[in-house]
């Protein structure tokens, strides 16, 4: 029977360790070759955690042992491989990072020929040749090398720069890099150099062990202070990977995946382009950007948390944008998974269309006031055949009555019960939450 290795975003965990030891990530590397098939061909980039390099070389051992070849581009936002494993006709895209987590940690996601990432039916497939016994495992024992390393980084620049082409100019436009020393460092000042724009640089000099320290898109503080103090017109929060991003407008204020899903939901829909009339959204979503698209005509789709489900609910709908509160945002146009710098893109390309500010572009957007209580629980009984809990859950629907959300959820890993709810005033909000918090403690806790 194969273990589980394969979490939600990825496989995760300490260099060296189960499940990114030597033997399994050499077996994760043939597990691919064998996948794929013969003779094929993967790619792989990291991020700047100082173990990457030693990730790629195990991956490289195992693929080579299985009959595959492994190229590796170096340093490379996620986004990054996603196009140019389809661009370069690869079989497979592999990214060696842990995203936005503190250095020590690492992790293998993989990406399709088509740059998704990968479902759980083929990482379920992928664990169960890492535990199978293949001839091909006793050369396993070979001393680690690198693989091919080639530099395909002007394909993806030019992807990039693309999406400003035949836009009026921003020449000399001030903006604001937070590269949380991480895979951007050194293609996002690039990029709107290239472009005509006036870089702000902070946090983008990684020496392998401070990616996303105190830096990047959880935590922007610093760059709402450099935008402020250098006059920037607005600025840009990556995380270590480059698949999200957190925005400042020149006073100073974060703007968050929801504000950038309203600003490019409102420039799509103005310009013809937001097919299906909707975009996709996950549960965390606030109620105020459901309820904003709604005063403009459009829908919006929940889906679970995670931007590959968001993938999976703008193929359902035939949609143009989806992403996340968090920063992933996904555009149908240009790939199937989140590129924070993309994003950045397309955002200064609407400023320049219409000629507004960001924070006058998310001006008409208002978060609402969003309570969350969390319940210890010593059983997780069905909240349906909880009366008591059950009716209270219903009578706080029914009192917000479409202006307002109650999500209440057990936690995945923890005995608690989580309660959010979601409203135009605070005082009702919070009330609300301590009703069914009440009723939760006195018939689970």
Not at 4 to 11: A, C, E, P
Not at 178 to 206: T, Y
Not at 328 to 350: C, K, M, N
Not at 406 to 417: A, D, F, H, P
Request: hydrophobic letters at 45%; one cysteine or more.
């Amino acid at each position: 029977m194969s273990q589980v290795i394969f979490g939600t975003d990825g496989v995760r965990g300490t260099p060296g360790t189960y499940p990114l030891d030597t033997v399994t990530v050499r077996r994760l590397g043939a597990a691919l070759a064998h996948e794929f098939g013969a003779e094929s061909r993967l790619l792989v980039g990291r991020d700047t955690r100082e173990s990457g390099a030693w990730v790629e070389r195990h991956l490289a051992t195992g693929i080579t042992a299985a009959g595959g070849v492994l190229v590796s581009v170096g340093v490379m936002p996620t986004p990054g491989i996603a196009f140019l494993t389809t661009a370069r006709d690869f079989s497979a895209g592999i990214v060696v990072s842990a995203s936005h987590n503190p250095f020590p940690n690492n992790g293998i996601k993989v990406l399709t020929a088509t740059g998704e990432k990968a479902s759980r039916s083929l990482e379920e497939r992928l664990e169960a040749l890492v535990a199978a016994d293949f001839d091909s495992w006793s050369v396993l024992d070979a001393t680690a090398a690198p693989p091919t390393t080639v530099d395909m980084m002007d394909d993806y620049v030019t992807h990039l720069e693309g999406i400003l082409s035949q836009v009026p100019p921003l020449d000399g436009c001030r903006v604001a890099v937070d590269a949380a020393h991480g895979a951007v460092s050194r293609v996002a000042p690039r990029v709107l150099r290239e472009l005509g724009f006036d870089v702000v640089e902070i946090n983008a000099r990684p020496d392998g062990r401070n990616i996303n320290a105190a830096s990047g898109s959880t935590h922007p503080e610093a760059l709402q202070s450099v935008v402020v103090e250098r006059q920037c017109r607005l600025g840009f929060a990556f995380d270590g990977d480059g698949d999200r991003v957190i925005l400042v407008d020149h006073r100073g204020r974060l703007v968050d995946g929801d504000a950038v899903l309203f600003v490019c939901a409102s420039h799509l829909k103005s310009t013809g382009r937001l097919t299906g009339n909707a975009i996709a959204a996950t549960v965390m979503s606030n109620i105020g950007l459901e309820i904003a698209l709604a005063d403009m005509g459009i829908a919006m789709h929940r889906c679970a948390v995670g931007d590959w489900h968001v993938h999976e609910e703008m193929l359902r709908h035939g949609l143009a944008l989806g992403g996340e509160q968090s920063g992933h945002i996904i555009f149908s146009e240009f790939l199937p998974t989140g590129d924070g710098l993309a994003t950045a893109l397309y955002v200064l390309r609407v400023i320049a269309e219409t000629g507004l500010e960001l924070a006058d572009l998310v001006g008409a957007f208002t978060t609402f006031p969003q309570v969350l209580v969390n319940v210890p629980v010593s059983e997780k009984r069905d909240l349906e055949c909880v009366p008591e809990v059950a009716d209270a859950i219903e009578a706080a629907e029914r009192q917000l009555s479409g202006q307002g959300r109650v999500l209440v959820r057990y936690s995945g890993t923890e005995s608690l019960l989580r309660i959010m709810i979601e409203g135009r005033d605070l005082a009702i909000v919070q009330k609300l939450a301590d009703g069914i918090a009440t009723r939760a403690r006195e018939q689970l806790g």
